[in-house]
């Protein structure tokens, strides 16, 4: 069965496509720059048919869609009742979900009656406990508005996660997994007995650890304080937490680890980014293996935790964490979320 993987973004279509259930990789690329003045590629429709130029006789359709809110534990397969739950919580994901769902639907018009599945990104994280995913704010705004810890990365802690377990030969659901994928976005996950227990980005990828430009964790009063004191917008409110902050906004140099890394002995300002950076990290690994008690192995993945080892001995220092009987075996293993799309899909219709 061929199996084409879709992560459709707002001007891009990255695609794989797998022999399943070999897991074989038979095309991979992507269309960018769709919509662009310049650009030949009109729209996603017309993206998604050059793509299926390149990709022979596909069978089934798996596409990455960002957000499933609550609606959605599981792949499902995509029909108008799901395309109507997709677009209604695009209200959660206003850059993600409706830039998804042009890719669905580009795909259900060019392919009639081929079999279209929704691989969620936060489906992974709905086995996390009510206690884990409230915020300390009226409950009503929560069972009104669906405000929320959501949690995202969740198909790339899930496929690392069974790597894991695969290379330590022991069943998922005997395992307590830490998994960080640090990229430009960055998140770490608990992942106790094969489940998601917390995970580190909340209601929006803004929560949780210094990213790429991304503030993470602050104390929310200092919305307000900013606000105030220099008449900022929601609008320059929203890009100033998301675009000039992180790696970028304290180095004021890049949002780029590379780049940084080189830095590190030279630039007081890179050094204490990257400090913050791995601060911040090794403080979340240490509140999971609190709250799991203790770890069967830490994982990192993404391009920061693939292969920039010096940031990873930063995060996980030798020799530290001696409190714990039993030492986390420390692992790097590299992501394939649409490898872990095609799987699920493929679950969900041989
Ligand atoms: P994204 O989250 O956008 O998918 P990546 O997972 O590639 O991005 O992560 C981007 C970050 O990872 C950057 O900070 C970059 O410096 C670092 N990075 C990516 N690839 C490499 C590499 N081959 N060697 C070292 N660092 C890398």
New binding site residues.
């Given amino acids: 069965m061929k199996i084409l993987v879709i992560n459709s973004g707002s001007s891009s279509i990255k695609y794989k496509l797998f022999g399943m259930p070999a897991q074989k990789l038979q095309v991979k690329g992507a269309i960018e720059h769709i919509g662009e003045p310049r650009s030949k590629i009109k729209d996603h429709y017309t993206g998604l048919k050059e793509i299926l130029q390149r990709s022979s006789s596909v069978h089934v359709v798996g596409h990455r869609v960002v957000h499933g809110a609550e609606e959605f534990r599981k792949p499902v397969v995509i029909n108008n009742a799901v395309i109507a739950k997709i677009r209604q919580a695009a209200a959660l994901a206003p850059l993600h979900n409706p830039a998804n769902l042009v890719g669905i639907l580009a795909a259900k018009k060019l392919l009639p009656g081929v079999k279209q599945v929704a691989v969620f990104d936060t489906a992974f994280h709905q086995s996390i406990p009510e206690y884990a995913y409230i915020y300390g704010l009226p409950y009503k705004y929560y069972t009104n508005y669906g405000i929320r810890k959501y949690g995202f990365h969740g198909t790339s802690h899930h496929y690392v996660a069974h790597e894991a377990a695969s290379r330590l030969k022991k069943p998922l659901s005997r395992l307590k997994i830490i998994t960080c994928h640090l ?3 960055c998140s770490i996950t608990a992942i106790d007995k094969g489940r998601s227990v917390d995970t580190s980005m909340g209601f929006t990828p803004l929560e949780g650890l210094i990213m ?1 430009t991304r503030c993470g964790d602050i104390d929310p009063a200092l919305v307000t304080y900013l606000m105030r004191k220099f008449k900022m917008s929601t609008h320059q409110i929203d890009d100033l937490l998301n675009k000039k902050s992180g790696l970028k906004g304290i180095s004021g140099i890049s ?4 780049v940084l890394q080189k830095r590190y002995n030279r630039n007081k300002r890179v050094r204490l980014a990257i400090d913050i950076f791995a601060y911040r990290a090794r403080k979340y690994i240490a509140s999971y293996i609190g709250i799991m008690d203790g770890a069967d192995a830490i994982v990192f993945t ?3 935790g693939e ?2 080892g010096s940031i990873r001995s930063r995060i996980w220092r030798r020799g530290g964490y001696s409190y714990l009987k039993k030492k986390p075996k420390v692992m790097v293993i590299p992501t394939d979320e649409e490898l872990m799309i095609a799987r699920q899909t493929y679950e969900l219709v041989k």
């Fill in positions: 990229g430009n976005g790429g949002n780029d680890m590379r993404a391009g920061i292969h920039q």
